[in-house]
C-alpha cells in the first residue's frame, strides 16, 4: 500500500485559513468514510482532531473542519493561532481493511 | 476517559526481536481494533497493524507482516507487539493506538533504538 499524499509544508498568517490535501485513491480515501486527521506538536503522541471526513471529537475548536471530494479529502483550518503550527497527518480504512497514513505536512503560521 | 501505556525495552540488538505491551485503562477491550503504530526519528507516521478485540482478528502492514505478530491478553487489559529480526531502520517511537474504523485514542509512545 502506498501512502497518502499530502503537501510537506503550509503556512499561513493569524487569522487567516489555510487547507491541507490528502490524495489517496478509491481503495482507500474514496472508498470509504473513515478518513481521519490528527495534529502533532513535537515531542508529543498525535491527536485526533477530525474522524468520519468531517467530524470533530469533543474538545477540538470548530476552526477545525474536514471535507472529502472523490479521492482527496482536505482539512481546513480556520482563523488561524499560533498553537496550530504543528504537523498535520491523514489518515485512511482501506480495501485490504489496513490502515494508512499521509506522509504529513508541516503547517506555519507566520 | 481510556488511556493506553507503552512499555518494553528502549534497546535492541540488531536481529534480536522488539517486543513492546501496551496496557489499556479506563476502558473496555470490546469492541474496538488495537494497533501498533510507529514513527522513525523526524519522519512520519507507519501503521503496523491491529488486533480485534477478542484476538481472533489480526491485519498487519503488508511491508511489514512478514515479521511482526499482534497478540492480546484480555485478562490483563493489555496488547503486545513482537517484531523479528530487528535492524536500524526498526528504530523509531513506538505508539499504541484504541481504533473503531478510525484511531481516537494514542499512547504517550516509546523510542525503541535498534543499536548494537
Known amino acids: 500500500q502506498s501512502a497518502l499524499t499530502q503537501p510537506p509544508s503550509a503556512s499561513g498568517s493569524p487569522g487567516q485559513s489555510v487547507t491541507i490535501s490528502c490524495t489517496g485513491t478509491?481503495?482507500?480515501?474514496?472508498?470509504?468514510?473513515?478518513v481521519s486527521w490528527f495534529q502533532q506538536h513535537p515531542g508529543e503522541a498525535p491527536r485526533l482532531i477530525i474522524y468520519?471526513?468531517?467530524k470533530r471529537p469533543s474538545g477540538v475548536p470548530d476552526r477545525f473542519s474536514g471535507s472529502k471530494s472523490g479521492d482527496t479529502a482536505s482539512l481546513t483550518v480556520s482563523g488561524l493561532q499560533a498553537e496550530d503550527g504543528a504537523d498535520y497527518y491523514c489518515s485512511s480504512y482501506t480495501d485490504s481493511k489496513t490502515l494508512v497514513f499521509g506522509g504529513g505536512t508541516k503547517l506555519t503560521v507566520l | 476517559q481510556v488511556q493506553l501505556q507503552e512499555s518494553g525495552p528502549g534497546l535492541v540488538k540488531p536481529s534480536e526481536t522488539l517486543s513492546l505491551t501496551c496496557s489499556v485503562s479506563g476502558g473496555s477491550m470490546s469492541p474496538y481494533f488495537w494497533s501498533w503504530v510507529r514513527q522513525p526519528p523526524g519522519k512520519g507516521l507507519e501503521w503496523i497493524g491491529y488486533?480485534?478485540?477478542?484476538?481472533?482478528?489480526?491485519i498487519y502492514a503488508p511491508s511489514l507482516k512478514n515479521r511482526v505478530t499482534i497478540s492480546l491478553d484480555t485478562s490483563k487489559n493489555q496488547f503486545s507487539l513482537n517484531l523479528q529480526s530487528a535492524t536500524a531502520a526498526d528504530t523509531a517511537v513506538y505508539y499504541c493506538?484504541?481504533?473503531?474504523?478510525?484511531?481516537?485514542?494514542w499512547g504517550q509512545g516509546v523510542l525503541v533504538t535498534v543499536s548494537s
Open positions: 488486533i480485534n478485540w477478542s484476538g481472533w482478528a489480526t
Open positions: 468520519e471526513v468531517n
Open positions: 478509491t481503495s482507500d480515501v474514496g472508498g470509504y468514510k473513515y
Open positions: 493506538a484504541r481504533a473503531s474504523g478510525n484511531i481516537d485514542s
